[in-house]
């Protein structure tokens, strides 16, 4: 991970020490200090977890509070219950509080809620005072994704509205394990449709009434360096990390997955005037401070919390769609390479004010497909797409739309694909005695093969012991003057060629030539055809290798009628003549 260590970061070294003796950040006393932390999936991530937890002590070892949004444990099991508190316990700050709440993988033990008594959760819906700021927690009594009933919103907000009575200009901390659907990164219902509350609606509802609530969830393990890590619209929302594994991705979940070393959480300072959320990375030999710090800004009147003022508002972060550069679309793409049914487009990467997190992509009108991108890594200059099933011999149309972190888009790219033509080749021997193969480029095709327009093949006949080539045809001609045991078909352009070689017997009286039984006519308006062997393949094409018919003999004649005048070339599976349709 390409680390972004803002000025903000690097400033504070040179500032006051708190009364506690620890180096202040913001340059004054917090009024209260706190982990914010999610998904440690004791079970699988015992050893990560409690050098989490041995991180936040270096960075405040005098922290007040220490939040987790659920996924605790791996299975929900007693065992790792307590596995969970005897690491806790052994590496919290002193005189420190938690407030934890469940998530969906406690519920995997199947345990009843009194399992988690010893770590302080007692009911589906809670509240806790620490100097004075309180912290709600909630968790759906009727399963992972029932939403909370009527009753638990009922005391939800009763404990928020109590807060608020008492100081409307101090937050208030909500702890739940799922976010509200399609706020921060990861909570979009495509990448999980049946993850996220519900009922979302209904706590919606409750938390637009208090700019006062600063929510923490769980259960998206998403990288912070998302601009939707933090969403404020009528109250804040901020996903938090993991310390089992971090997943990204747009259209499908973890496309592409960040590295496994990750671990990241945050670590909060409440002032008077503010709240600062640092976002850190602890996988490292160090805890390292990622991105800058969200700043929730407070009233030092006394007033109540004013939205008005929050910095992280979809419309105060993402002022503009996402753009290619400027100019025409052929200007902002190329094709380095392609076949008759693959291309590799490379197009310039769009901008945008926020950060770009994926390309929409149809071809020729097809189903939209995605490239998910690593928005936590620097943006590439340009971008590979590579393409396969285009249609034969058909200009293609790919139109590219990027599209940014909160889901804006952007004017599209529109790519032309000129086609890599393809002609049919087929050959094959006139009544045995030998054999006949084709190579293009060195390369040995067979019969029926499609062969890029412009190119050569090189047809090699082999005639059997006591015979030799008596004739070359092309689409039902003779090749004159040609009877050697090679042929090239040159700068091929026809949409069909057929090529048959025939072969003879040689004695010592003489050369006796094989009679072709195949025999074409026109007569009465009709084509017909005699000398067909049953069971064989009888085509018909125009002169220009068009199809024109098609169809198994089932006896040794057929008679056939033709759409229009012209010449044909009537071909078996050993045999081929033309005829002229006038």
């Given at each position: 991970?390409?680390?972004?260590?803002?000025?903000?970061?690097?400033?504070?070294?040179?500032?006051?020490?708190?009364?506690?003796?620890?180096?202040?950040?913001?340059?004054?006393?917090?009024?209260?200090?706190?982990?914010?932390?999610?998904?440690?999936?004791?079970?699988?991530?015992?050893?990560?977890?409690?050098?989490?937890?041995?991180?936040?002590?270096?960075?405040n070892p005098n922290y007040d509070v220490i939040t987790n949004s659920g996924d605790l444990t791996e299975n929900g099991t007693a065992a790792e219950i307590a596995s969970f508190k005897r690491i806790l316990d052994a590496n919290i700050a002193p005189g420190a509080v938690s407030v934890l709440t469940i998530g969906n993988h406690e519920t995997l033990g199947g345990l009843p809620l009194s399992s988690f008594s010893s770590l302080g959760i007692d009911d589906f819906v809670e509240?806790?005072?620490?100097?004075?700021?309180?912290?709600?927690?909630?968790?759906?009594?009727?399963?992972?994704?029932?939403?909370?009933?009527?009753?638990e919103l009922k005391t939800l907000e009763a404990y928020i509205k109590s807060s608020v009575d008492k100081d409307p200009s101090r937050p208030v901390f909500v702890i739940t394990h799922?976010?509200?659907?399609?706020?921060?990164?990861?909570?979009?219902?495509?990448?999980?449709?049946?993850?996220?509350?519900?009922?979302?609606?209904?706590?919606?509802?409750?938390?637009?009434?208090?700019?006062?609530?600063?929510?923490?969830?769980?259960?998206?393990?998403f990288p912070f360096l998302h601009p939707r890590s933090i969403y404020q619209t009528n109250f804040t929302m901020i996903g938090t990390g993991s310390s089992k594994q971090m997943y990204s991705g747009y259209s499908t979940m973890n496309n592409p997955a960040p590295p496994s070393s990750w671990r990241q959480h945050y670590y909060v300072e409440v002032y008077e005037d503010k709240v600062v959320v640092y976002p850190y990375e602890l996988g490292g030999t160090t805890p390292e401070p990622i991105g800058d710090p969200y700043i929730i800004d407070l009233p030092k009147d006394g007033s109540a919390i004013n939205p008005a003022n929050f910095r992280y508002t979809p419309a105060k972060r993402d002022m503009a769609a996402p753009s290619f550069p400027a100019g025409a679309d052929e200007d902002n793409y190329s094709i380095p390479s392609k076949t008759s049914t693959t291309a590799s487009i490379e197009f310039n990467s769009a901008t945008d004010?926020?950060?770009?997190?994926?390309?929409?992509?149809?071809?020729?009108?097809?189903?939209?497909?995605?490239?998910?991108?690593?928005?936590?890594?620097?943006?590439?200059?340009?971008?590979?797409?590579?393409?396969?099933?285009?249609p034969v011999n058909t200009v293609s149309t790919v139109i590219i739309t990027p599209i940014d972190a909160y889901e804006k888009e952007g004017a599209p790219l529109t790519v032309m694909i000129e086609p890599v033509r393809v002609r049919t080749v087929t050959f094959s021997v006139v009544?045995?005695?030998?054999?006949?193969?084709?190579?293009?480029?060195?390369?040995?095709?067979?019969?029926?093969?499609?062969?890029?327009?412009?190119?050569?093949?090189?047809?090699?006949?082999?005639?059997?012991?006591?015979?030799?080539?008596?004739?070359?045809?092309?689409n039902g001609d003779e090749i004159a003057n040609h009877t050697a045991n090679s042929y090239t078909l040159e700068n091929i352009s026809a949409v069909v060629s057929i090529i048959l070689v025939e072969f003879?017997?040689?004695?010592?009286?003489?050369?006796?030539?094989?009679?072709?039984?195949?025999?074409?006519?026109?007569?009465?308006?009709?084509?017909?055809?005699?000398g067909l062997t049953p069971g064989e393949t009888l085509s018909v094409y125009t002169i220009t290798g068009v199809p024109e018919y098609r169809s198994i003999a089932v006896s040794n004649e057929k008679n056939i009628k033709l759409k229009?005048?012209?010449?044909?070339?009537v071909h078996s599976e050993s045999n081929s003549i033309k005829v002229t349709f006038e």
């Open positions: 991970m390409k680390r972004i260590i803002s000025l903000f970061w690097v400033v504070c070294i040179a500032l006051p020490i708190s009364a506690d003796g620890r180096e202040s950040q913001e340059g004054g006393r917090p009024l209260l200090t706190f982990p914010a932390m999610s998904d440690s999936h004791v079970g699988v991530s015992d050893a990560r977890f409690e050098q989490d937890l041995q991180r936040f002590l270096t960075i509240t806790k005072e620490v100097k004075g700021y309180t912290f709600v927690t909630y968790r759906p009594s009727g399963g992972n994704f029932a939403g909370l009933t009527p009753a799922f976010p509200l659907e399609n706020t921060v990164a990861g909570s979009e219902t495509r990448l999980d449709p049946d993850a996220y509350h519900r009922r979302s609606g209904d706590l919606m509802a409750i938390f637009d009434k208090y700019p006062q609530v600063i929510l923490f969830s769980g259960h998206l393990h004010d926020t950060k770009l997190v994926a390309y929409r992509y149809t071809l020729n009108g097809g189903a939209p497909k995605y490239i998910d991108l690593p928005f936590w890594e620097s943006p590439t200059p340009t971008r590979r797409l590579n393409l396969s099933g285009l009544n045995g005695n030998g054999s006949l193969t084709a190579t293009v480029d060195g390369r040995t095709i067979t019969s029926g093969s499609q062969i890029e327009e412009g190119k050569s093949v090189v047809f090699t006949a082999t005639p059997n012991s006591g015979y030799r080539i008596k004739t070359w045809k092309l003879e017997t040689v004695t010592s009286s003489g050369e006796l030539s094989q009679p072709n039984p195949l025999h074409a006519w026109i007569q009465d308006g009709l084509l017909r055809v005699t229009a005048p012209g010449v044909y070339i």
